[in-house]
């Protein structure tokens, strides 16, 4: 993972120290850092690359990586599938030749198209004086671009922005195909004009279809110094399955099933297709935890063993999950760190009693039993959030499943001042240029979670704890799939099947511009880089291979209905409670809605965000 950024100038002089102080470029790379310069006097451009670099794989490759024939390439990805690289190879490198190799611009497409991973990149060209740029078809890598009236700086790109001061009129690149900027051409007309390449399925590859829909919103989303957008003659093909829209010809009554009757549906009737999707996913987690650079020997004590992989974990079905299959692939002496997150809560009149301290409280049990029968009741304890207790309750299920497993169960604690302070001094430039409540609200708790700064309680006492984790795995993209938000259910009460399956396109359609770019600049922001299992493009591919009735059933009860497919997957690999618990979303699970201002919408825009950014 790195912090990538590029400045075009169309004049002759350029200011070399122009990225030289990007703080938060460097905090997303901080294993190496160098710049470039590429010019044409003849021309009157200039390009200035800057590349700061987090080293997971393979030999530390120093970016931007040149050749001896003027070529640039600045990379900001992994090459999960499509394309080989081989264990101890570096992915930039391989992707480096790739390029190069290519004759014209059909050539760099199909490169693009086999590329299955995360990747945001940008590439100079120096035989056709061409800088290519671009996301992946989910958008899981930052990419934000900027114009000027300033010709010294007339085109920016960047995985972030630089600085409170340098964030006016940053927009993120969209996810829809790949960007290439003619730099003779726009030297000569003192403007950027540039061409586009959309994704498009295999049924439209052979035809004309150009998408007139996200051709003019792409056209109302450029900076204002593109005067020109043209449509190129090839296309990218999506790396993903089209999504299977047949429906049941009529819907079934609503029925309760009790986890004892789930059990049965899934021997029954669904055992396939589970086998088929634990294979799936579990292979796209393998993936993303080995070939990292390991930080410690099998040979090491126990106690002194460091985890090198984290999961953001709530204790909910997604995050249980993948630390389930995370179990499987990470070496078994090695440690992995469940990131747990929670805001303190406001005292209420109903909260009299004294608050103890943390280290001689007993560890409660499963929040589904006992006297902890209400996860949403307000505890004594002011950090006891709704997250925090399925997660200790997550975490005993896992410690039953694999009972030689460390399991390092992180409680990161946030009070209000620590929100603000941190908020205002990086999470409200992380988080721009999305500016909703929601946006800060889901920023800041993904920004503290995966900072991985808390504590672990060990023979009932508490101690600091920071996470060495450099890899951090993410549940987002389930939900967007399997109907796991509460506004899938109105859709499907409103206009069954037909309506779930126009909502669930749109979902992976925009979760680009919604989360991915937002979640990838929030979490690199510590030198740590997010991995989404749910997004992987076979994982995606098979769900949308499957009818729609065969993942949702929303006549079921919430807790049961939404992502059916999965907490059956959750059963079958033993885990029990978290495979029935209803869906909470972050925002409420770690109580940071609760914690400011409980009467604004999610939609709105964050006053606070803007507050922060001004000052």
């Given at each position: 993972m790195c912090g990538i950024c590029c400045t075009v100038s169309l004049c002759a002089s350029v200011d070399t120290n122009l990225h030289q102080d990007n703080k938060n470029l460097r905090r997303r790379g901080p294993d190496r850092s160098q710049q470039l310069i590429r010019s044409d006097p003849a021309l009157n451009y200039s390009c200035i690359f800057s590349g700061h670099v987090l080293h997971l794989r393979g030999e530390l490759t120093p970016q931007p990586i040149h050749d001896d024939n003027g070529n640039v390439f600045l990379w900001n990805g992994e090459v999960f599938g499509g394309i080989e690289v081989l264990s101890a190879a570096n992915d930039t490198s391989v992707m480096f030749q790739h390029l190069t190799s290519c004759d014209?611009?059909?050539?760099?497409?199909?490169?693009?198209?086999?590329?299955?991973?995360?990747?945001?990149?940008?590439?100079?060209?120096?035989?056709?004086?061409?800088?290519?740029?671009?996301?992946?078809?989910f958008g899981r890598r930052s990419l934000l671009w900027k114009c000027s009236d300033n010709l010294k700086e007339v085109l920016s790109l960047t995985s972030v922005a630089e600085?409170?001061?340098?964030?006016?009129?940053?927009?993120?690149?969209?996810?829809?195909?790949?960007?290439?900027?003619?730099?003779?051409?726009?030297?000569?007309?003192?403007?950027?004009?540039?061409?586009?390449?959309?994704?498009?399925?295999?049924?439209?590859?052979?035809?004309?279809?150009?998408?007139?829909?996200?051709?003019?919103?792409?056209?109302?989303?450029?900076?204002?110094?593109?005067?020109?957008?043209?449509?190129?003659?090839?296309r990218l093909l999506v790396p993903v399955s089209p999504l299977n829209t047949n429906v049941p010809e009529s819907l079934p009554e609503q029925?309760?099933?009790?986890?004892?009757?789930?059990?049965?549906?899934?021997?029954?009737?669904?055992?396939?297709?589970?086998?088929?999707?634990?294979?799936?996913l579990s292979e796209a987690v393998l993936k993303r935890v080995l070939n990292l650079p390991r930080l410690h020997e099998s040979s090491s004590p126990a106690h002194e063993r460091?985890?090198?992989?984290?999961?953001?974990?709530?204790?909910g079905i997604d995050s249980m999950i993948?630390?389930?299959?995370?179990?499987?692939?990470?070496?078994?002496?090695?440690p992995i760190d469940l990131l747990n997150v929670a805001f303190m809560m406001r005292a209420t009149n109903q909260q009299k009693a004294p608050l103890k301290k943390c280290s001689h409280r007993k560890i409660p049990g499963s929040p589904l039993t006992g006297n902890n029968s209400n996860p949403d009741a307000l505890p004594a304890d002011p950090f006891n959030v709704p997250d925090r207790m399925t997660g200790r309750s997550g975490l005993e299920e896992l410690k039953a499943l694999s009972l030689t497993r460390i399991w390092n169960f992180v409680e990161i604690?946030?009070?209000?001042?620590?929100?603000?302070?941190?908020?205002?001094?990086?999470?409200s430039q992380l988080v721009y240029p999305l500016n909703t409540v929601l946006d800060d609200s889901i920023g800041c708790a993904v920004w503290f979670a995966s900072r991985g700064i808390g504590t672990l309680r060990t023979d009932e006492e508490l101690k600091p704890y920071t996470s060495t984790s450099k890899v951090v795995l993410t549940g987002i993209g389930a939900d967007e799939q399997?109907?796991?938000?509460?506004?899938?259910?109105?859709?499907?009460?409103?206009?069954?099947?037909?309506?779930?399956?126009?909502?669930?396109?749109?979902?992976?359609?925009?979760?680009?511009?919604?989360?991915?770019?937002?979640?990838?600049r929030v979490i690199g922001d510590h030198g740590k880089e997010a991995r989404f299992p749910f997004l992987d493009e076979n994982v995606v591919s098979f769900l949308n291979s499957l009818p729609i009735s065969e993942k949702v059933d929303l006549t079921l009860p919430?807790?049961?209905?939404?992502?059916?497919?999965?907490?059956?997957?959750?059963?079958?690999?033993?885990?029990?409670?978290?495979?029935?618990?209803?869906?909470?979303?972050?925002?409420?699970?770690?109580?940071?809605?609760?914690?400011?201002?409980?009467?604004?919408?999610?939609?709105?825009?964050?006053?606070?965000?803007?507050?922060?950014?001004i000052d």
């Amino acid at each position: 993972m790195c912090g990538i950024c590029c400045t075009v100038s169309l004049c002759a002089s350029v200011d070399t120290n122009l990225h030289q102080d990007n703080k938060n470029l460097r905090r997303r790379g901080p294993d190496r850092s160098q710049q470039l310069i590429r010019s044409d006097p003849a021309l009157n451009y200039s390009c200035i690359f800057s590349g700061h670099v987090l080293h997971l794989r393979g030999e530390l490759t120093p970016q931007p990586i040149h050749d001896d024939n003027g070529n640039v390439f600045l990379w900001n990805g992994e090459v999960f599938g499509g394309i080989e690289v081989l264990s101890a190879a570096n992915d930039t490198s391989v992707m480096f030749q790739h390029l190069t190799s290519c004759d014209n611009e059909h050539d760099l497409l199909s490169v693009f198209s086999k590329v299955q991973g995360p990747w945001a990149f940008i590439y100079y060209q120096s035989k056709n004086h061409s800088l290519w740029f671009g996301r992946d078809f989910f958008g899981r890598r930052s990419l934000l671009w900027k114009c000027s009236d300033n010709l010294k700086e007339v085109l920016s790109l960047t995985s972030v922005a630089e600085s409170p001061a340098d964030t006016d009129d940053w927009q993120e690149v969209p996810a829809s195909g790949i960007f290439r900027c003619d730099l003779s051409t726009c030297a000569l007309l003192k403007s950027i004009s540039l061409t586009w390449f959309p994704w498009v399925s295999e049924l439209e590859l052979s035809g004309e279809t150009v998408h007139h829909e996200e051709h003019k919103w792409i056209l109302n989303t450029l900076p204002k110094c593109v005067t020109q957008l043209n449509v190129g003659s090839d296309r990218l093909l999506v790396p993903v399955s089209p999504l299977n829209t047949n429906v049941p010809e009529s819907l079934p009554e609503q029925k309760k099933v009790s986890l004892e009757e789930l059990k049965l549906l899934i021997s029954e009737e669904y055992k396939k297709n589970i086998q088929s999707f634990v294979n799936v996913l579990s292979e796209a987690v393998l993936k993303r935890v080995l070939n990292l650079p390991r930080l410690h020997e099998s040979s090491s004590p126990a106690h002194e063993r460091k985890a090198n992989v984290a999961i953001l974990f709530s204790g909910g079905i997604d995050s249980m999950i993948l630390a389930a299959l995370a179990d499987r692939h990470v070496p078994p002496e090695e440690p992995i760190d469940l990131l747990n997150v929670a805001f303190m809560m406001r005292a209420t009149n109903q909260q009299k009693a004294p608050l103890k301290k943390c280290s001689h409280r007993k560890i409660p049990g499963s929040p589904l039993t006992g006297n902890n029968s209400n996860p949403d009741a307000l505890p004594a304890d002011p950090f006891n959030v709704p997250d925090r207790m399925t997660g200790r309750s997550g975490l005993e299920e896992l410690k039953a499943l694999s009972l030689t497993r460390i399991w390092n169960f992180v409680e990161i604690n946030v009070t209000l001042g620590e929100l603000k302070q941190m908020r205002q001094q990086y999470i409200s430039q992380l988080v721009y240029p999305l500016n909703t409540v929601l946006d800060d609200s889901i920023g800041c708790a993904v920004w503290f979670a995966s900072r991985g700064i808390g504590t672990l309680r060990t023979d009932e006492e508490l101690k600091p704890y920071t996470s060495t984790s450099k890899v951090v795995l993410t549940g987002i993209g389930a939900d967007e799939q399997l109907g796991g938000y509460s506004r899938h259910r109105v859709r499907f009460n409103t206009l069954g099947y037909k309506g779930l399956l126009e909502e669930l396109s749109m979902e992976l359609g925009r979760i680009s511009s919604r989360n991915l770019g937002r979640d990838d600049r929030v979490i690199g922001d510590h030198g740590k880089e997010a991995r989404f299992p749910f997004l992987d493009e076979n994982v995606v591919s098979f769900l949308n291979s499957l009818p729609i009735s065969e993942k949702v059933d929303l006549t079921l009860p919430r807790g049961l209905g939404e992502k059916l497919i999965l907490r059956m997957t959750a059963v079958s690999l033993g885990l029990s409670s978290s495979s029935v618990l209803p869906k909470r979303a972050m925002q409420f699970g770690s109580r940071i809605a609760k914690m400011e201002n409980s009467n604004e919408k999610a939609s709105d825009k964050c006053n606070r965000l803007q507050t922060d950014l001004i000052d």
